[in-house]
Antibody, heavy 123, light 111 residues
Framework: EVQLVESGGGLVKPGESLRLSCAAS????????MNWVRQAPGKGLEWVSS????????NYADSVRGRFTISRDNAKNSVYLQMNSLRAEDTAVYYC????????????????WGQGTLVTVSS | QPVLTQSSSASASLGSSVKLTCTLS???????IAWHQQQPGKAPRFLMK???????NKGSGVPDRFSGSSSGADRYLTISNLQSEDEADYYC?????????FGTGTRVTVL
């Protein structure tokens, strides 16, 4: 059974940093790209960042580029999101999600989601 | 980048059917999309992948009541025999050049 468990959320002040973790199990972690997707209170889903299985390909949404850093440790079956210079608008539940890639269609989508961890940025 | 347009809300009676629409922006009408369900207070759950041909592939454990279809730039999610647990937000998602895009979501209310 695929399981994704996020941790590391909490209350921080604007300008501070936070590191989120996502522990994966139930699949061959190193062969899948992983995503972070966030959801502000009462709002929809927003993709934040992606990392390929080998960490060769990393991408960020414009809203977080230069402030957030995604990484992974395949030996620990974990993916991380280092969040620096946090702003009030970064307040959201952050979900870790597994990406399913279709090479024949050149397409990907998220197929499993964690339960999320809440990040609140407030003074 | 593609834009996905969804209506904000839909409602239908218990036991009836509801059809949700996700419309791809101009120039992206052949894109594959995915549907996700988010019940109140819970994480999203993948429902299915939907292609322009009308082919859809459901995720593990998704009930037969959920089906997909397509017409041009529109991708549809139909929920038949609507149950109380189907009351949720439904998001479509697509991918383009290493970027994931989500629609704004449709809130389904079961009357």
């Amino acid at each position: 059974e695929v399981q994704l468990v996020e941790s590391g959320g909490g209350l921080v002040k604007p300008g501070e940093s936070l590191r989120l973790s996502c522990a994966a199990s139930g699949f061959t972690f190193s062969t899948y790209s992983m995503n972070w997707v966030r959801q502000a209170p009462g709002k929809g889903l927003e993709w934040v960042s992606s990392i390929s299985g080998s960490s060769s390909y990393i991408n960020y949404a414009d809203s977080v580029r230069g402030r957030f850093t995604i990484s992974r440790d395949n030996a620990k079956n974990s993916v991380y999101l280092q969040m620096n210079s946090l702003r009030a608008e970064d307040t959201a539940v952050y979900y870790c999600a597994r990406a399913l890639w279709y090479s024949s269609s050149w397409y990907a989508h998220n197929d499993y989601w964690g339960q999320g961890t809440l990040v609140t940025v407030s003074s | 980048q593609p834009v996905l347009t969804q209506s904000s809300s839909a409602s239908a009676s218990l036991g009836s059917s509801v059809k949700l629409t996700c419309t791809l922006s101009s120039g992206h009408s052949t894109y594959i999309i995915a549907w996700h369900q988010q019940q109140p207070g819970k994480a999203p759950r993948f429902l299915m992948k939907s292609e322009v041909s009308g082919t859809y592939n459901k995720g593990s454990g998704v009930p037969d009541r959920f089906s997909g279809s397509s017409s041009g730039a529109d991708r549809y999610l139909t929920i038949s025999n609507l149950q109380s647990e189907d009351e949720a937000d439904y998001y479509c998602e697509t991918w383009d050049t290493n970027t994931y895009v989500f629609g704004t979501g449709t809130r389904v209310t079961v009357l």
